[in-house]
């Protein structure tokens, strides 16, 4: 962390915020199966995932984490954080994720990601046809949508994913990215959104949420969620840890992560009810009203 505020944008690149990586972690709770992050930098999101399942009486080994990064450089880097504390980092591969997906046929039950955000020169106008653009094909100026339409077509049946992404994902009609976006809230995997303060990043101020789909919202985890999603807006948390930087804390994190639960239907987390200013739970017809 030191290191990419030292470094500023470039270091960025390769590293997500800790209080960041803890909220995606938090929310998909992954505690079994196959862990994958497309983008995986220097490998934060894994680590935390199995810090996660440690906490949880789980055991390393019990996730099996697969990654890329294009970086070489960074591709070591998270060789090397992972070999230090034991994970075994075998399945992480180095390569353009979009042009050379090492991972083909992976099928990952849980997906967390930080996409680099409005990418223009990601090559797709050479992938126009591509399999993985099932709800539309995303626009040669920007990956934003070919990232999340990536991260589908890698999910389980069962799976579930939460990613970064710029603020704008949420409300672009720029080169057909409205049809895209209106294809996947139409077809029920938005499982929840969350809008995130500002000035969270190293990198960037570019106001950021996070995304969370579901294959499947009637089987997974606990209540039948389908025809509805989560909206979340945590923009008045998190805590000024010096001039530029803001961190969400512990006590932030455990508030969006259980309030999350509690829509789920987690027997351990409480009663959901709508909270004016910070949730809600909307049903695709009141989406809809504001596509």
Not at 188 to 213: E, H, K, N, R
């Amino acid at each position: 962390g030191m290191f990419a505020s030292a470094e500023g944008k470039r270091g960025g690149q390769f590293y997500t915020p800790a209080s960041i990586v803890k909220t995606l972690v938090a929310v998909l709770a992954p505690h079994h199966g196959q862990v994958y992050d497309p983008c995986c930098g220097s490998g934060g999101m894994f680590v935390q995932s199995e810090k996660f399942v440690q906490e949880h009486g789980g055991r390393i080994g019990d996730i099996a984490i697969y990654g890329q990064e294009s970086n070489y450089t960074t591709w070591r880097l998270a060789r090397m954080n992972l070999a230090i504390r034991g994970i075994d980092s075998g399945q992480i591969a180095q390569g353009d994720t979009f042009h050379d997906d090492r991972h083909p046929d992976l099928k990952a039950d849980f997906i967390l990601a930080n996409p680099p955000f409005n990418i223009s020169d990601w090559g797709g106008e050479r992938l126009r046809e591509d399999k993985r653009w099932q709800y539309g094909v995303p626009p040669a100026g920007n990956a934003n949508f070919a990232w999340v339409q990536h991260i589908v077509h890698h999910l389980s049946p069962t799976g579930v994913a939460g990613f970064v992404l710029a603020n704008g994902s949420m409300s672009s009609n720029q080169s057909g990215e409205g049809d895209i976006r209106k294809a996947i809230v139409e077809a029920d995997l938005v499982d929840c959104m969350i809008a995130l303060p500002g000035q969270l990043f190293y990198s960037t101020q570019i106001p950021v949420c996070l995304w969370f789909v579901a294959r499947d919202k009637k089987n997974n985890r606990f209540r039948d969620r389908r025809g509805s999603m989560l909206f979340i807006d945590a923009r008045k948390l998190g805590t000024m840890i010096d001039r530029t930087q803001r961190e969400l804390t512990d006590a932030d994190i455990a508030k969006i992560a259980g309030t999350y639960h509690a829509w789920r239907g987690d027997k351990d987390a409480g009663t959901y009810a709508d909270v004016a200013g910070f949730c809600k739970s909307a049903s695709l017809d009141e989406v809809r009203g504001h596509q």
